[in-house]
């Protein structure tokens, strides 16, 4: 089993070294790859990507800043793990928690795998942060008749095949419920497992609003309305 963890990148220069030096150091149960896509970063982040040299990590750029939607799908066309996994370049997940996406995985329980986050004081960004979230969660789990806890996390387990199949058309944050709505129509129900999180400020540069929010109600009211399976 090869695992791809795929990194999407735009202005993280106070960050991002430590996030990869994390990744790498991890100890993973299998052969793993890093696939790194700059989103037209404009700060120092470029040079910062030019000063990697590990074998396992793979750097590819946007010229212009596309969306992490479009940065995931950039990194998926060029991973070549049989799971993968998004990492943000933010310090908000712990790298550390991977195995643990893993285990379900290796000991076949499941196939798709949800990191959940669980939220509180010295964790969560605020309180509206928190409730949007929940409300996105509740819509879907209204919709699909399902009970999912996080659907907004950005860790997803899942077979690479398995996304290419969804056909993932979301530019940016939307992509997130764009993936659970399309999982959860096939019939998928993630396997859950607890992980840490640290939600960082506006100040320290987090990019979720709350039109973000209002998106992924959208995106989940239309893939539940779409005829197909796609």
């Keep these: 089993m090869k695992l791809s963890i795929l990194v999407p990148v735009y202005n993280e ?44 990590v793979v750097v590819h750029r946007h010229t212009v800043n596309r969306g992490k939607g479009a940065a995931i799908r950039t ?16 310090l908000e997940y712990d790298p550390a928690d991977i195995p643990r996406l893993l285990a379900p995985v290796i000991s076949q ?30 819509f879907a789990n209204v919709l699909f008749n399902c009970y999912i806890r996080d659907l907004e996390t950005c860790f997803k387990l899942m077979p690479l ?21 399309k999982l959860l129509r096939r019939g998928y129900r993630p396997y859950e497992v607890p992980i840490s999180y640290r939600a ?20 989940l009211a239309r893939t539940r309305l779409s005829g197909g399976r796609r």
């Design 13 to 56: 220069e106070a960050t991002f070294s430590r996030v990869l030096k994390r990744v790498l150091d991890v100890d993973y149960p299998c052969e793993v790859e890093v696939i790194i896509v700059d989103d037209g970063s404009r700060d120092a982040t470029p040079e910062l990507l030019d000063q990697i040299d590990d074998q396992r």
């Design 200 to 219: 960082r400020t506006r100040a320290q540069g987090k990019k979720l609003t709350w039109r973000d929010g209002v998106e992924a109600l959208w995106i």
């Design 109 to 138: 329980d499941a196939e798709v795998v949800y990191g959940t986050r669980t939220f509180s004081s010295h964790t969560s960004y605020s309180f509206w942060f928190v409730l949007g979230n929940r409300a996105v969660t509740t």
């Design 161 to 181: 095949t398995l996304y290419r199949e969804l056909d993932i058309r979301s530019a940016g944050f939307g992509m997130e419920a764009e993936i659970t709505g």
């Design 75 to 90: 990194a998926a066309s060029i991973a070549t793990g049989d799971f993968f996994v998004v990492c943000d370049a933010d």
